[in-house]
């Protein structure tokens, strides 16, 4: 008899070590093959059928929003798979079921234009105010946070994974490593950008130095991810900006505005780090403004004379 657990594990161990996963996908990994185990009457994988699957399904859908199910379905195929590939079974139940199903179109939130000045104004005031050494600096690290997330579209992950020598302030780049180990690197086409990470580089270096990440607390450890969310309503707070805003919105921000500039759609999946263009597509769904703008110009009903 086969125990599922003792398999799952092995699988687990083959993700890490031979496929790299990073730990935010080996952790969804675990938990949605706990889940699974969990649930299943039986641990032993050879009794395991296309109907016991298929009720497995039924149940996530009962449970989940449409883009976890699929996760949590992708999570198990790719079990199944792995132990198709290691001849644990001979055959493999997912190959006698259809998993299709439509996932409701989600349009990413954007940041308005004003509002983003208005936010990286409030920081910028703050460290003007500051009434310590101690306040200056955060204000300083804080405005570099926010102007690398706007200006490059980085995903909040990427940016609190920031090696020290990932951001190149000579030729000025960023060196992103995002979803799948992929590598990419984009520029920073601002100076006043640029400058503010300089200024920020030179006054944390020591900290930046102890632990060899870009963006630090003053204790000298990495700054995480919570940290750069409760920094975000913070500020929101303090600029009175009623609409939550999340770290990804600006991400959404940059690409919806370099759309709306008629930036070609291929480059912006370039920046983003997207594997296909098919995810960088949901921003043409955005552009409001701008299919406002087209209908408005170049529309022949406007030459009518009635």
Same mark, same amino acid.
């Given at each position: 008899?086969?125990?599922?657990?003792?398999?799952?594990?092995?699988?687990?161990?083959?993700?890490?070590?031979?496929?790299?996963?990073?730990?935010?996908?080996?952790?969804?990994?675990?938990?949605?093959?706990?889940?699974?185990?969990?649930?299943?009457?039986?641990? #032993?994988?050879? !009794?395991?059928?296309?109907?016991?699957?298929?009720?497995?399904?039924?149940?996530?859908?009962?449970?989940?929003?449409?883009?976890?199910?699929?996760?949590?379905?992708?999570?198990?195929?790719?079990?199944?798979? *792995?132990? !198709? *590939?290691? !001849?644990?079974?001979?055959? @493999?139940?997912?190959?006698?079921?259809?998993?299709?199903?439509?996932?409701?179109?989600?349009?990413?939130?954007?940041?308005?234009?004003?509002?983003?000045?208005?936010?990286?104004?409030?920081?910028?005031?703050?460290?003007?105010?500051?009434?310590?050494?101690?306040?200056?600096? @955060?204000? $300083?690290?804080?405005?570099?946070?926010?102007?690398?997330?706007?200006?490059?579209?980085?995903?909040?992950?990427?940016?609190?994974?920031?090696?020290?020598?990932?951001?190149?302030?000579?030729?000025?780049?960023?060196?992103?490593?995002?979803?799948?180990?992929?590598?990419?690197?984009?520029?920073?086409?601002? #100076?006043?950008?640029?400058?503010?990470?300089?200024? *920020?580089?030179?006054?944390? $270096?020591?900290?930046?130095? #102890?632990?060899?990440?870009?963006?630090? @607390?003053?204790?000298?450890?990495?700054?995480?991810?919570?940290?750069?969310?409760?920094?975000?309503?913070?500020?929101?707070?303090?600029?009175?900006? !009623?609409?939550?805003?999340?770290?990804?919105?600006?991400?959404?921000?940059?690409?919806?505005? $370099?759309?709306?500039?008629?930036?070609?759609?291929?480059?912006?999946?370039?920046?983003?780090?997207?594997?296909?263009?098919?995810?960088?597509?949901?921003?043409?769904?955005?552009?409001?403004?701008?299919?406002?703008?087209?209908?408005?110009?170049?529309?022949?009903?406007?030459?009518?004379?009635?």
């Amino acid at each position: 008899m086969d125990n599922l657990k003792i398999l799952t594990e092995n699988y687990l161990e083959y993700c890490k070590t031979q496929k790299r996963l990073d730990s935010k996908t080996m952790k969804a990994y675990q938990i949605d093959l706990r889940q699974f185990s969990e649930w299943l009457p039986s641990t #032993n994988v050879l !009794e395991i059928t296309p109907c016991i699957l298929e009720a497995y399904i039924a149940r996530l859908h009962q449970e989940y929003k449409p883009k976890t199910v699929k996760r949590k379905i992708a999570s198990t195929k790719a079990l199944f798979h *792995y132990l !198709e *590939y290691k !001849e644990v079974i001979a055959i @493999n139940p997912f190959h006698k079921i259809q998993v299709k199903f439509r996932e409701p179109v989600i349009l990413p939130k954007t940041i308005p234009i004003h509002t983003v000045e208005v936010f990286l104004s409030t920081i910028y005031g703050q460290r003007t105010r500051a009434k310590t050494d101690y306040q200056r600096k @955060n204000a $300083l690290r804080d405005a570099a946070v926010i102007e690398l997330l706007f200006a490059t579209g980085i995903r909040i992950s990427e940016l609190c994974s920031l090696k020290m020598y990932d951001v190149n302030l000579y030729d000025k780049t960023v060196l992103i490593y995002g979803k799948g180990s992929k590598e990419r690197k984009v520029q920073i086409g601002n #100076n006043d950008v640029a400058n503010i990470l300089d200024e *920020y580089k030179n006054s944390f $270096l020591p900290e930046m130095q #102890n632990c060899n990440h870009f963006f630090v @607390n003053q204790n000298g450890t990495v700054l995480s991810d919570q940290s750069v969310r409760r920094m975000i309503n913070k500020y929101s707070s303090l600029a009175a900006i !009623e609409m939550h805003i999340t770290p990804h919105m600006f991400r959404h921000t940059f690409a919806t505005s $370099l759309l709306e500039a008629d930036v070609d759609i291929r480059y912006i999946q370039e920046m983003l780090g997207h594997s296909s263009i098919n995810i960088t597509e949901i921003y043409t769904h955005v552009s409001m403004s701008k299919q406002r703008d087209i209908l408005v110009a170049k529309h022949p009903r406007k030459d009518f004379h009635i």
